[in-house]
């Protein structure tokens, strides 16, 4: 489960099935649109929600990270994704 949270109260709950965080430190981010949230899981994989519907995920990106997934950023032009694991492997994602 990933909490939004703006100014100390809950915005929204996103969710799904096999989605947990591998680490305190793990962050959910948006893209430059705010309609999409992306967060790294603790089994390796990237977990995307439309903000419009939070209770399934829009698309998992998996297969490529074998350590939990600590750090996912958007491209600020292109809806690329850029993931980095505890193993210190980084993933882009092209046009997700």
Known sequence: MCILTLLFFTVCLFRADGFKVGCDWT?????LEYDHVAVGSSE????IWAVANPEKPLVVLKNEHSAPVTAVSWHQFTNNVASVDRSR????????
């Open 27 to 31: 962050r959910a981010v948006f893209n």
């Open 44 to 47: 390796g994989s990237v977990f």
């Open 89 to 96: 492997r980084a993933v882009v994602w092209a046009d997700v």
